[in-house]
């Protein structure tokens, strides 16, 4: 019998990370790529020292319900952990861990290719020339939004959103105002000669982009609803590259089809991979498929993390991420 640590992997993971567990570990990889379901994800801590889920896992209360599981960590991969209850986590004993700082500068960079796709109708320009519908230049066609010099309006100045403050800055020129209910250190503000807003609600008036970089989970469900979108200006932009759940995905599309708001960009949605029905319909939103961190390097980077983690949980020392 192996003396060695008995983990299991969720999903697919990329493949320099994976061989790396494989001499480290015994390991359970998950070759298929298949979802695993609550009970296997339930059963998986009863029989494993480690579960090692992702973003698309759902571990919830009901899957954290067992007596005594053999696992004592969740070392999730991926900076967000809305999809853990870690309260349940908690009262079963296990410590959960995530992946930040090595996606900030991809998932920033995805929050600006959505602003200047929804801005400039990027998506819609690209359907109307595959679909051999471009009939050739005119002054009048499909006019977009200059973003270079406007304001841009960072909810959550986390490290996501600095990042994505900085692009907006320093590569278009773009005012940097923020709303953020934690304290944010002066310095990091300076980077951008960010300005601080008292709520959300200043934010959302006076931005010409709103970019959404708070955590998910119940505490910010629905935060962008109906009233909130009906502050914005009605040619601003609504960029979420956060977590669907912020933004009240049917509000949203009322207000893309009333001109409520010009136009928006999103990456992820509430109870993806599905996606409210009336926002396939809305020409003005660009519709992404959660690929905030979708690069090779960082792929790897969020696996690195993972392994750290373990290796110090196992080792009796605390994981330079452990978030509960
Ligand atoms: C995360 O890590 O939380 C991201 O959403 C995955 O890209």
New binding site residues.
Partial sequence: MSDKKKVLVTRKWPAAVEDRLKQLYDVTLNVSDVPMSGAEIRQALKDYDAVCPT?SDKVDAAVLDVQNPRAKILASY???YSHIDTEAARKAGLAVTN?PEV?SEC?ADLAITLMLMAARRAGEGEREVRAHKWTGWRPTHMIGTKVSGGVFGVLGFGRIGREAAKRAHFGFGMKVIYFDPFPVKPELAAETGAEQRATIEEVLKEADVVSLHMPGGKDNYHLINDARLSLMKPTAILVNTARGEVVDGVALANALKKGVIKGAGLD?FEGEPRIVTDLYECENVVLLP?L???TASTREA?GWRVLENLEAFFAGSTPRDRVA
């Fill in positions: 973003v991926g900076v967000g992946t996606l998932t992820v959660h905030g961190s979708a969020m």
